[in-house]
């Protein structure tokens, strides 16, 4: 785990790739209720692809490492990819891609399942076939929707290679205090941070001591992001609050990939770490207003 943040210019994505079918409705329906839909999409998504696609679209070098089918759905996440500048030859293909059925209020809220498919499929020895695309980056991405055991492997590899890390425990699912420590940056929203806390995190002051007993077991920086409340910073300096830009959320779906995407890109340009959270909450900010996971990332001459 580097000491500091150098001019971090590549960035490989290890994680998942998912077809997303999106049905737009009035409000997210209670169990058992049936509702009608006002419309129905889909859309190129999941968190490692989407947190791709928004770095290469604010221009950063990308590399995706992961898995899809022997599917049209697989060929049209790979084109979405390479359209927006993701170099793709890290991702190999198996059986069936891997699906998200998403329900998105009128309100912007979600509710996700997700089908994993190919993601399913990620091994120890897919890492191996791929270390050279590891060895020549500068920082890695990933997220829980691959199995834990190749999470684990990556960053266990990472530290080795002395690489930079970013996770993002997404499904959220508990970590070991070794594992953990080799993590340069845990960005997560309260729920995760909840579970992985294992204490309640309902008020500012409880996800700050939550964030802190994770930052305990040797993690650089932590952030929490809180939807409309902005993001919680804890570094080696302290403890910050990162306002959010002030909008009209439409739809949150890929709004946590984009500001992952978007903190990394700002450290890979030399940011500080505050700096790089205000542009992350900016680029979040330009996603909620739009429908869409990849189709709302921005570029970066979009960017204010």
């Avoid at 498919?117 to 990620?122: E, I, P, R, Y």
């Avoid at 684990?152 to 699912?173: D, S, T």
């Amino acid at each position: 785990m580097n000491d500091e943040v150098n001019d971090l210019k590549s960035i490989v994505v290890i994680g998942s790739l998912n077809m997303d079918l999106v049905t737009h409705v009035p409000y997210l329906p209670k169990a058992g209720e049936t509702i009608t839909s006002s419309s129905f999409h889909i859309n190129p998504g999941g968190k490692g692809a989407n947190q791709a696609v928004a770095a290469a679209k604010l221009g950063a070098d990308v590399t995706m490492i992961g898995k899809v089918g022997h599917d049209e759905y697989g060929q049209a996440l790979l084109h979405s990819l390479r359209q927006a500048g993701v170099n793709t030859e890290g991702i190999q293909k198996a059986r069936t891609t891997g699906m998200a059925f998403i329900q998105v209020s009128s309100q912007g809220e979600n509710h996700i399942v997700l089908v994993p498919g190919a993601n399913s499929h990620m091994r120890k020895s897919d890492i191996d076939q791929m270390k050279h695309l590891i060895q020549t980056s500068d920082l890695i991405i990933m997220q829980f929707e691959i199995p834990i055991d190749v999470v684990e492997y990556v960053l266990y590899l990472a530290y080795q290679l002395n690489k930079e890390v970013i996770l993002n425990p997404a499904p959220a699912q508990r970590l070991s205090k070794q594992m953990l420590s080799k993590v340069d940056t845990l960005i997560l929203n309260e729920t995760e941070l909840e579970i992985l806390g294992e204490t309640s995190t309902n008020t500012q002051a409880e996800i700050l001591n939550a964030a802190q007993k994770l930052k305990s077991f040797g993690v650089k920086r932590i952030i929490v992001t809180v939807g409309a409340q902005g993001s919680y910073l804890l570094n080696q300096d302290g403890e910050y609050h990162i306002p959010a830009v002030s909008v009209e959320a439409i739809d949150t779906t890929a709004a946590g990939d984009a500001y992952i995407a978007a903190f990394a890109v700002g450290l890979s340009k030399g940011l500080s770490d505050q700096e790089a959270a205000k542009f992350a909450s900016k680029v979040s900010a330009i996603v909620v207003t739009r429908k869409g996971a990849q189709s709302s990332l921005p570029t970066i001459e979009e960017i204010q």
